[in-house]
């Protein structure tokens, strides 16, 4: 029996660390593990590891290292053959090969909507380690620039940061950027607090609509007392390079962050399963695909009925949980015994805000500033699966709090161009071996 997961995220890793565990004693199950990289991220402390608070690498955690029987393919999935029970799969070298499957677990998760708003590319996005390491590349590069800029007018253009979407991400996000210009600003001597510059556009009536109202108001008031200009009820229209357009204005930044939303992971959304109208793969309350059986789904890219008949909401706490479940319901499959419906109350929604600060709604209770932010970092802490990792990131956070910010900016270029090399390389060989071969 082969069980095949796609997607090492929350869903996916936790699905096959409780299926090793239920399906200990079943030799006879194979359980296989694909994903495009081969850590997986805990997103909610991917701000601390841009700012500089967190080294990079330990906002993640190799797979390998959390696995114990599955077996782990880093591939890119390009699409699932439904009918044949096929999984088509590309490594890094561009080789591309088939896994066969009697179960399918599709935990893919979704990435940033940039479909929503016109010349979406010309904005950075906000979701994995790579996109926080070049977003921290440019913080700093703009920095330089502005350092070196002849005047004011020139160092505003440079420092001025767009953030488009005020839900948890873009605010989260615009919080530890604010920490982040604080800290360096010592480096910078030339450069005036005021002449960095936050502007936030939500198109609906308030931000941080994932948490309670007040709170929310706590939060733009905490934002705005640190400069930041926000705007509700704004719609972006279109972003060009270096460029904002509203409604009756243009907006100049040296830095845009898109931060609107999500779209379900296009492979997911390319199988020709049934799916809702935001093309997430309809599953039943048990996490079985509505149409394919021998289909499962969950996370980000699953449309799970909760009692009240929604779906459940797009969050990390929610994808560990369905893991779990779905394990378990997968593991009653595997014996013959009927799977049961996921239920899941939330246990609370919280923001953090940068400089030690954070608001969180916790069972019922309203927690704003340090509490809520230690309360925010233990528990992410924990979430973490290993001890090793969880050690190397209170070293960091304790470090951070008596030393002075890094300002180091990695360049890739050199190991882009490498790696270009590299591939011309293989290109030229297989095509002499090709020629030799005819
Ligand atoms: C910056 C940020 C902060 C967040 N903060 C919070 C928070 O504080 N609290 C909270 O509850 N939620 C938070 N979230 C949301 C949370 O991260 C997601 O809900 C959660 O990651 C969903 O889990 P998932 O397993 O569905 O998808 P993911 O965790 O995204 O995992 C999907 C996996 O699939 C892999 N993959 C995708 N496509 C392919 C492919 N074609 N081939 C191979 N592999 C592929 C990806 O590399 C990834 O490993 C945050 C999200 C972001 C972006």
Not at 44 to 56: D, K, T, V
Not at 332 to 343: E, G, N, V, W, Y
């Amino acid at each position: 029996m082969r069980v095949v997961v796609l997607g090492g995220g929350f869903s996916g890793v936790a699905a096959v660390r409780h299926l090793e565990r239920l399906l200990r004693r079943r030799t006879d199950v194979e359980i296989t593990l694909v994903s495009r990289e081969n850590f997986f991220v805990l997103t909610p402390l991917l701000f601390e590891a841009c700012s500089g608070r967190l080294e990079l690498r330990h906002c993640a955690q190799p797979i390998r290292a959390a696995l114990r029987r599955a077996r782990f393919i880093e591939a890119t999935v390009e699409s699932v053959d439904v009918e044949r029970q096929l999984v088509r799969t590309v490594s890094f070298e561009d080789t591309a090969y088939d896994l066969s499957y009697d179960h399918l677990v599709v935990a893919l998760g979704a990435s940033t909507n940039d479909r929503l708003i016109p010349g979406s590319s010309n904005a950075l996005t906000f979701k994995t380690v790579a996109d926080a390491l070049v977003l921290r590349n440019r913080l700093i590069d703009c920095f330089e620039r502005a350092d070196a800029a002849a005047d004011g007018a020139q160092r505003r253009e440079c420092l001025s940061v767009v953030m488009i979407g005020g839900g948890l991400v873009g605010v989260e996000l615009v919080g530890e950027l604010t920490a982040f210009a604080d800290d360096v600003l010592r480096f910078y001597p030339r450069i005036r607090r005021d002449e960095v510059g936050f502007r936030l556009f939500e198109a609906g009536p308030r931000i941080l609509p994932e948490i309670d109202a007040k709170l929310a108001v706590t939060a733009a008031r905490v934002l705005q007392r640190r400069g930041v200009d926000i705007q509700v009820s704004t719609a972006v229209q279109s972003i060009e390079a270096g460029r904002v357009r509203l409604q009756n204005d243009t907006v100049e930044a040296g830095i845009i962050v898109l931060a609107a939303g999500i779209v379900p992971s296009s492979v997911a959304s390319a199988m020709p399963v049934l799916h809702d109208q935001r093309g997430r793969i309809a599953v039943d309350a048990t996490m079985r695909s509505r149409s394919h059986p021998q289909i499962w789904a969950l996370g980000d890219c699953a449309a799970i009925p909760g009692p009240d008949g929604r779906p459940y909401p797009a969050l990390a706490q929610h994808a560990v949980r369905e893991g779990r479940h779905l394990a378990n319901n997968l593991a009653a499959a595997l014996d013959a015994r009927a799977p049961s419906s996921f239920m899941f109350r939330q246990l609370g929604t919280m923001a953090s805000l940068g400089h030690t600060r954070a608001v969180a709604r916790v069972f019922g209770l309203r927690l704003t500033g340090f509490v809520a932010w230690w309360l925010r970092r233990t528990y992410y802490l924990f979430q973490m699966p290993r001890w090793d990792r969880r050690l190397r990131i209170v070293l960091d956070w304790t470090v951070a709090l008596f030393f002075r910010p890094d300002i180091t900016r990695v360049d890739l270029r050199v190991e882009r161009e490498q790696e270009k090399e590299a591939h011309q390389l293989v290109e030229r060989a297989s095509g002499r071996h090709r020629a030799m071969q005819t």
